[in-house]
């Protein structure tokens, strides 16, 4: 059963920057669409961003300007790059990964691939 293997979080002080990073734990593993998804304590989980095959990107409205995320193909990769975070962005980060259909991109019980979580602090 490939897993997904996250990478990245921390502390960080508001305003801050972090880059998390997601690997499948095995090599030969793909999906068409890759995505972040975030869980604040008592509170559902909700989309940050999406990359899909071709390299198209799409963020929630929230993180837009702020977040990027990013594929390297030659390391199997993906990459959230995170700046200006705000204390309320606390959570715990989730790589999900799966063949979704674009209208699909952003709705959590539509990926079958799942990292762990880590965990990202942001202080005021």
């Known amino acids: 059963q490939v897993t997904l293997v996250e990478s990245g979080g921390g502390l960080v002080q508001a305003g801050g920057s972090l880059r998390l990073s997601c690997a499948p734990s095995e090599r030969s593993f793909s999906a068409r669409t890759w995505a972040w998804f975030r869980q604040a304590p008592g509170k559902e989980r909700e989309f940050v961003a999406a990359i899909r095959s071709g390299g198209y990107t799409y963020y929630a409205d929230s993180v837009k300007g702020r977040f990027t995320i990013s594929r390297d193909n030659a390391k199997i990769t993906t990459y959230l790059q995170m700046s200006s975070l705000e204390p309320e962005e606390t959570a715990v980060y989730y790589c999900?990964?799966?063949?979704?259909?674009?209208?699909?991109?952003?709705?959590?019980?539509?990926?079958?691939?799942w990292g762990q979580g880590t965990q990202v602090t942001v202080s005021s």
């Open positions: 999900a990964a799966g063949n979704v259909i674009l209208s699909e991109t952003s709705r959590s019980n539509t990926y079958n691939y």
